[in-house]
């Protein structure tokens, strides 16, 4: 059946509820994901987001999809782990995301990343169409970020960027995420995000912290596929007005962007959904 949506917002927000700030209950996040089913606008949400040391306590009745994305905690030597332990448990490994923690060596990290993901798919611990995306740490993308993204996309893997946090200096500048998303369509790269964009708009939030919005950052992105500059990039991310951003957005195709802009995780589903809403970008539920 087709979504009500329109394939711009069909799974574009992972729920990442467990995750900080949000740090819901594992079992209650789980729950509250499999009894959204079949709710207005439902479709919004991608897979869920759970670290792999979750994956052993989450069940699932039998006949009931959970699709999964598991963040792996340690280096590239547990890549595998956490797809084989989706194939004993009831869920439905949808997406691998590790992070690059060595940051003396990112490019050869990253080929390392690359080596354990080739060796869990030629042993069959990991099927072909499950996609890994690999995060690269926050930062101005210098020659080494560059270089591991080179690897990322040699090897047909994904990019993920964290736009946010806790503190503040956790929050990307404009000019920097318009470099991450240049970097990745330049290497016709899918890529995800994480963290700090609960909301569709940039806006500054009572503590100080300056948010990213998703709508900008899907907007951007179409923008750099269709050659935009980089001054360009950042004018639309930092775009802080919602009627003119919304109306940007309505005339833009930013379903096409989709095929770059995969997703993001957030741990609020009703802050994505009553922006959009509100912004005259969905129906009403």
């Known amino acids: 059946m087709k979504s009500p949506l329109g394939p711009a917002w069909v799974g574009l927000v992972d729920d990442a509820a467990i995750f900080p700030p949000g740090n819901a209950d594992l079992v209650d996040a789980a729950t509250a994901y499999v009894d959204r089913a079949g709710t207005p606008h439902a479709d919004l949400v991608g897979t869920f987001v759970l ?3 979750d994956v ?17 905690t340690g280096g590239a030597g547990q890549v595998a782990g956490p797809a084989k332990a989706c194939a004993r448990s009831s869920l439905t490994l949808a997406g ?6 060595d940051l003396d060596d990112l490019a050869g990290n990253a080929r390392r990343v690359v080596t354990a993901v080739d060796a869990a798919r030629a042993e069959g611990h990991l099927a072909d169409e499950v996609p890994v995306f690999v995060e690269l740490p926050a930062g101005d993308p210098t020659y080494q970020w560059l270089a591991a993204a080179d690897e990322v996309a040699a090897a047909e893997l994904r990019l993920k960027f964290r736009t946010g946090g806790l503190e503040a200096h956790l929050f990307p500048s404009a000019t920097q995420l ?5 970097a990745a369509l330049d ?4 890529f995800k995000c994480t963290a700090g964009l609960h909301n569709a708009v940039r806006h500054l939030d009572r503590d100080g912290f300056e948010h990213h ?3 900008n950052v ?5 923008r750099a596929f269709d050659g935009a500059s980089p001054a360009e990039l950042v004018e639309t991310l930092e775009q802080r007005d919602g009627a003119t951003l919304a109306a940007e ?11 770059w802009f995969t997703s993001f995780g957030s741990c609020s589903i009703s802050e994505p959904l009553d922006d959009l809403t509100a912004l005259g970008l969905l129906e009403k539920p």
């Open 213 to 215: 919005g998703f709508v």
């Open 178 to 182: 318009a470099a991450w998303v240049d």
């Open 51 to 53: 670290r792999d040391t």
């Open 56 to 72: 052993p306590k989450v069940a699932v009745p039998p006949g009931v999809e959970l699709p999964v994305s598991v963040v792996i």
């Open 96 to 101: 691998l995301e590790i992070a690059l923690r």
């Open 218 to 222: 899907l907007l951007a992105t179409r």
């Open 249 to 259: 957005a309505a005339e833009a195709d930013l379903a096409g962007a989709r095929r």
């Open 187 to 190: 290497r016709e790269t899918p």
